[in-house]
């Protein structure tokens, strides 16, 4: 984290928070809407859950979908970085 930070509240799941964080409002809003929600969706669907067992499993969801997201984002890096050789290798003929 750098000098930039700054101290932000966001209300998860009934409970406020307190954090620093160098991300701009928008961003950090939208996350916290983002895990907000997660929640609000798991505790309806199984209302008596603790609210500890609610937050891992959204994290074991927002987690899930990261690495698919980053499985994805290698797959196209090395598409990419292989059609480019092709290029360059046209390029040279």
């Not at 930070?5 to 916290?32: C, L, N, R, W």
């Not at 698919?68 to 290698?74: C, D, V």
Request: charged share 20%.
């Amino acid at each position: 984290m750098n000098s930039s930070a700054k101290t932000y509240k966001v209300t998860i799941f009934g409970e406020q928070y307190a954090f620093m964080s160098d991300e701009p409002e928008q961003h950090v809003a939208f996350v916290a809407h983002i895990v907000d929600s997660a929640m609000q969706e798991i505790a309806q669907k199984m209302p008596r859950i603790p609210s500890g067992k609610v937050a891992v499993l959204v994290a074991l969801q927002l987690a899930s979908k990261l690495t698919h997201e980053q499985e994805r984002n290698k797959f196209s890096t090395e598409s990419c970085a292989k059609i480019a050789q092709e290029i360059v290798a046209c390029l040279h003929e």
